[in-house]
């Protein structure tokens, strides 16, 4: 799918459909530019059989001839008749037009199963003018959503909207059609609610790399972007380099990664369908012969590290050429959960990866405030045992990390409570170790972990029924499978929300923990029905823990990559210390629930 | 002045509706069709397109039904529909059968009514899609990929920089991909 691909659906559009896609865009006085107009204006007369200039040709009185009186009773007749005509046509008119409208906000409502008892005819057009066009500032609006998202049998906490949101309209509506919020929208998903104190949230993405028309395996650019309360505040893009990782810092924020590797090993041409591959093959070999020689400079990999600050101007970006060695890419996402962190030092900055020796291992790379590369280690965790580097998180004295066992990957199942140790990496790459850490159940997620005054904080979830990993789903398809009957329609299988999200909820409990000197683990929070997410550190200090609380489902049978979707609100809690009980603050977020 | 009182005037005095009609709109549709047919066809070739569009809604005056649609969207649809049959036209003539229509040109090789049925199911998706944008994200689409507008043009109307539209419009694509190959998984 490319920009070609929508431009060609759009171009089949029919009238009643260009009328959807216009509503609102003022196309007058668009510029024809070369068009040469005079010449067009006399094809279309001439084509349409209009004699142009007919009515200057039409006989003027001529002078001196005696003008005969007006006839003033047959002139008014004639005129009111007309009037009379002209307002029956308008009346008419008034009415398709009203009738038109108001069965296209009908047939939104019944679409989107909007509840329209009690409501008059113009207020269901109001209400879908005010929907539709995103403006959500109808009062009736925001009746009409609750009513729905009070049939979807959500608790009023989920409900409940924030500040941090354009009307609790638009809100609900998101809530009630699975739309991850604006600036949330790309692939953030729930247990990844990344957001900095003050609502700030950084993006990346990916624009292909096309070649006559078609994609290739390659990215033109990677765009980094920063949002503050869900407007953009600057944009910067990274031609032909990926950005992997990337961390607010105090005067901006720090983006390391690669340049993109562009060879022919690794070039291919995207055709349509299967039936083109000998097209494929030949523009793969025309895109290396003309192509392929303006890439000389991304035939190797390199790295940079890059500063961006609060304008978003690119204070420095540098290159360096120290390799984290990792495993195959077929094993990559098995084992790793952690990439990498940044992070400041007293001398610059600091880049924090796993790597070598199976990732029983990490590489600390050091750089200056310019981001010129300082220095590199990359010592062995062996005295550990079989542990891997698989959380990090910035502190005060360098890094806290957790070391999982060898055996613990995202899809694995855990026969037992597993133990991490807990470490301090130091600024010069350095390892103690703080304690150990035993999960207090088989099927415990761990999302993140921070240190916050003197404390080691661990986010993740409990999965209730069992171990966590990709048979999450298991027992709710199953459940929903020996009664198939119930769900079957001529548009699928359609489980609604309102059944499914009280099992999906009931599956899932956020959990906070605060380590004890030992290791010890002491729930400080636990928030039923959600994913613990992300930990940061706020601009007083505080810990800042995000909960990703499960607010609507739906069954997706047909997708590979999940069976069960939906949307997740974010909350928000702030620890100054583990003694103190925070009331959830409500973001006015959604992130995606997929599993 | 409203399409009612347009197509009325246009009935009853053919001159003067028709020059209103492409006063208003020539901007329009001569947009659609050179962003079809430039580069592919002459100048001459695009004014004579651009000429067709409005002497084939001038020849359907009496077929204009307010409940199908605006008098805007009803040219908009006639020129993307003639750019398109005219682009198709210029490639075979030059021995080009774009690789999309190449399999149309055999016997039984056009598509199917699922085909069409699921086409049309798709372009109707990708416009409620493109709805459900918020503005100004649904006029840019609308005017980069429906009305062929240029970033710059669309900047100046919308009084954004360049770089703003042409993020916005990337950003924007994106979520109608997503929208699409959605469709495509399921």
Redesign the interface.
């Known amino acids: 799918m490319n920009n070609n691909d929508i431009e060609k659906l759009l171009e089949l559009a029919s009238s009643e459909e260009a009328d959807r896609l216009l509503e609102g865009i003022d196309a007058a006085g668009m510029d024809a530019g070369e068009t040469d107009t005079g010449k067009v204006r006399k094809a279309v007369f001439e084509k349409c059989g209009i004699e142009e200039g007919r009515r200057e040709a039409f006989p003027q009185p001529a002078r001196g001839r005696k003008i005969r009186r007006f006839k003033w009773k047959r002139v008014l007749a004639a005129a009111a008749a007309v009037l009379l005509f002209a307002g029956a046509c308008l009346g008419a008119w008034a009415l398709i037009r009203e009738n038109r409208e108001y069965k296209t906000a009908l047939a939104f409502f019944e679409e989107h199963d909007l509840p329209a008892e009690g409501l008059t005819r113009q207020q269901i057009k109001d209400v879908y003018k005010d929907i539709s066009t995103n403006n959500f500032a109808d009062p009736m609006s925001e009746k009409v959503l609750t009513a729905y998202a009070n049939n979807l049998r959500l608790s009023e906490d989920m409900i409940y909207v924030g500040t941090n949101v354009k009307t609790n309209s638009d809100y609900l509506w998101r809530l009630s059609n699975n739309i991850a919020s604006e600036p949330y929208s790309v692939g953030l998903i729930a247990g990844e609610s990344l957001l900095y104190d003050g609502n700030v949230h950084f993006e990346r993405e990916w624009t292909g790399l096309e070649y006559e028309g078609h994609a290739t395996g390659f990215n033109e650019k990677c765009t980094f972007e920063k949002y503050v309360g869900g407007e953009l505040i600057w944009s910067v893009d990274f031609p032909l380099e990926s950005v992997e990782v990337y961390a607010p810092v105090s005067d901006g924020v720090l983006a390391a990664g690669v340049t993109d590797i562009i060879n022919a090993e690794n070039a291919y041409v995207q055709v349509e369908s299967h039936d083109k591959l000998d097209e494929a093959e030949r523009l793969r070999e025309k895109f290396i012969a003309e192509e392929l020689p303006k890439y000389a400079d991304h035939a190797v990999q390199r790295r940079f590290i890059a500063k961006i600050n609060d304008k978003g101007e690119v204070v420095f970006k540098k290159y360096f050429n120290v390799t984290a060695p990792k495993y195959n890419s077929a094993d990559y996402y098995d084992y790793i959960e952690f990439e990498s962190i940044l992070f400041e030092t007293p001398e610059g900055y600091a880049l924090l990866e796993p790597g070598g020796h199976n990732y029983r291992a990490f590489v600390l790379t050091s750089f200056s405030r310019g981001g010129d590369f300082i220095g590199s280690v990359n010592p062995s965790l062996g005295e550990y045992g079989n542990l891997r580097l698989q959380w990090a998180a910035p502190s005060e004295n360098g890094a806290v990390a957790l070391l999982s066992p060898d055996y613990v990957t995202y899809n694995s199942i855990a026969p037992d409570p597993v133990t991490f140790s807990v470490v301090r990496i130091g600024f010069d790459g350095s390892v103690t170790e703080l304690c150990t850490f035993t999960a207090p159940y088989t099927g415990f997620k761990l999302n993140s972990i921070a240190e916050q005054g003197g404390k080691v904080w661990i986010s993740g979830y409990r999965f209730t029924e069992g171990n966590v990993g990709v048979y999450e789903m298991q027992s709710i398809v199953a459940e929903i499978w020996a009664n198939i009957d119930r769900w079957s329609s001529d548009d699928g299988i359609l489980v609604p929300s309102d059944y499914l999200t009280p099992r999906v909820r009931a599956l899932y409990e956020a959990k906070l923990f605060v380590l004890e000197s030992d290791g010890a683990p002491v729930e400080v929070l636990s928030v039923p029905g959600a994913i613990g997410s992300f930990l940061s550190i706020g601009a007083n200090g505080e810990l800042i823990w995000n909960a990703d609380s499960i607010t609507s489902t739906y069954y997706s049978p047909a997708t590979s990559s999940f069976q069960v979707g939906g949307t997740c609100s974010v909350e928000r809690y702030r620890f100054a210390s583990p003694a103190d009980t925070p009331k959830a603050e409500q973001t006015g977020a959604l992130v995606q629930f997929r599993r | 002045m409203d399409d ?1 009182k347009r197509v ?1 005037l246009i009935k009853t ?4 509706g ?2 209103g009609l ?1 006063d ?5 549709v ?2 659609i069709v ?1 962003g ?1 047919l430039g580069g592919v066809c002459t ?1 001459e070739d ?3 397109c ?3 569009v ?2 084939e809604f ?2 359907g005056i009496n077929n204009f039904s ?5 008098v ?3 040219l ?2 006639i020129a ?1 529909h003639r750019a ?1 049959s005219i682009c198709q036209k210029a490639s075979r003539a030059a021995g080009n059968i774009p ?2 229509e190449a399999g149309n040109e055999l016997p039984g090789g056009g598509p199917s009514a699922e085909e069409l049925a699921a ?1 049309k199911e ?3 998706k ?2 409620t899609a ?6 100004p994200d649904r ?1 840019i689409i ?2 980069k ?3 062929c ?1 240029s970033s710059k ?1 669309i900047a100046d ?1 919308l009084s954004m920089t360049v ?1 703003a539209v042409d ?1 916005r419009a ?2 924007a ?5 997503k929208v ?3 469709i ?3």
């Open positions: 009612a009325m005095d053919p001159e003067a028709m020059a492409m208003d709109h020539m901007g329009l001569c947009s050179r079809r100048k695009i004014e004579d651009v000429s067709e409005f002497a001038y020849r307010p409940e199908k649609g605006t805007k969207a009803l908009c649809s993307k398109a690789l999309d086409a798709k372009r109707r990708l416009i493109v709805e459900a944008l918020g503005e006029s609308v005017r990929y429906y009305l507008e043009s109307r770089s993020t990337h950003r694509l994106g979520k109608l991909k699409l190959e959605g495509n998984d399921e």
